[in-house]
């Protein structure tokens, strides 16, 4: 199983960003995927989760600024974010969980918000 997030960047502050997350070798229809972020020296943290599109958990700092949805036809999930801060800069890391416990990551991707 390999996850492969794409869209990242540098974005000044009040600006989107949409990450990307393509999931190759296991269907994912069904099975809960999500965005996580560490910054630097600080522990990695859920920033929203998404089983199916009546069933999604948001981080209270990204509530109303960010969107979690998926697309299970191309086993990817999106991250949609608008008005970002600087203190959602961070390495965002997407995540994919399956029956039995198994767990994936992708490598992460940088967003650094910044004038």
């Known amino acids: 199983v390999q996850l492969v997030e794409s869209g990242g960047g540098l974005v000044q502050p009040g600006g989107s960003l949409r990450l990307s997350c393509a999931g190759f070798?296991?269907?994912?229809?069904?099975?809960?995927m999500g965005w996580y972020r560490q910054a630097p020296g600080k522990q990695r943290e859920v920033v929203a989760r998404i089983i199916k599109s009546s069933s999604r958990y948001y981080a209270e700092s990204v509530k109303g600024r960010f969107t979690i949805s998926r697309d299970d036809a191309k086993n990817t999930v999106y991250l949609q974010m608008n008005s970002l801060k600087p203190e959602d800069t961070a390495v965002y890391y997407c995540?994919?969980?399956?029956?039995?416990?198994?767990?994936?990551w992708g490598q992460g991707i940088q967003v650094t918000v910044s004038q």
């Open positions: 070798g296991a269907t994912f229809r069904g099975n809960p």
């Open positions: 995540h994919v969980e399956f029956l039995g416990g198994r767990n994936y």
